[in-house]
T-cell receptor, first 114, second 112 residues
């Protein structure tokens, strides 16, 4: 069984479009994250949700809006896509803070903006 | 979180031990050393973590110096599937924010 899954795996779209990436975890974790890995392979945190509440919001444009309908899901919606948004986006999950919060990562979504 | 320094790349012969060093000279008393790896085109994978004692699990061993300013991740019998970028991360255990701060890591190439 897949622990952290993301859909779609690949996403190719035009500038200016709006797109969503979905993430689901079946590990019973309370905390979920979105990371961005750019073309230089740097991995950076974007958002973190704990029990459906936002706890980390790094300097990310307002065009990015995470939504957590329940503890098992954290979706990422991106408005008005730009060329610089092209990257691989990884979802991750862990137990709630205060415990051994080893993070489990999804397989990634490669977003290409043309 | 404290910064870490790792060599950009290393080679290792298949079947040999791979020893990956990490310097974290500014580590605080309540910060742990975590290791993750990222195999090409996959999400990062947790390997091991420790505070001051040496740790071992089914994947690797972690040796932390007595002054805790450096550590070494040991893959005892490297295989071709261990070729990946290895990240050494220092952070507070169960930190309030929980996010991982990734550096550039060490690209380990295991060769036949």
């Amino acid at each position: 069984d897949t622990a952290v899954s993301q859909t779609p795996k690949y996403l190719v779209t035009q500038m200016g479009n709006d797109k969503s990436i979905k993430c689901e975890q079946n590990l019973g974790h309370d905390t979920m994250y979105w990371y961005k890995q750019d073309s230089k392979k740097f991995l950076k945190i974007m958002f973190s949700y704990n029990n459906k509440e936002l706890i980390i919001n790094e300097t990310v444009p307002n065009r990015f809006s995470p939504k957590s309908p329940d503890k098992a899901h954290l979706n990422l919606h991106i408005n008005s896509l730009e060329l610089g948004d092209s990257a691989v986006y990884f979802c991750a999950s862990s137990h709630t803070v205060g415990r051994d919060n080893e993070q489990f990562f999804g397989p990634g979504t490669r977003l290409t903006v043309l | 979180d404290a910064k870490t320094t790792q060599p950009p790349s290393m080679d290792c012969a298949e079947g040999r031990a791979a020893n990956l060093p990490c310097n974290h000279s500014t580590i605080s008393g309540n910060e742990y050393v975590y290791w993750y790896r990222q195999i090409h085109s996959q999400g990062p994978q947790y390997i091991i973590h420790g505070l001051k004692n040496n740790e071992t699990n089914e994947m690797a061993s972690l040796i932390i110096t007595e002054d805790r300013k450096s550590s070494t991740l040991i893959l005892p019998h490297a295989t071709l599937r261990d070729t990946a970028v290895y990240y050494c991360i220092v952070r507070v255990y169960g930190g309030s924010q929980g996010n991982l701060i990734f550096g550039k890591g060490t690209k380990l190439s295991v060769k036949p």
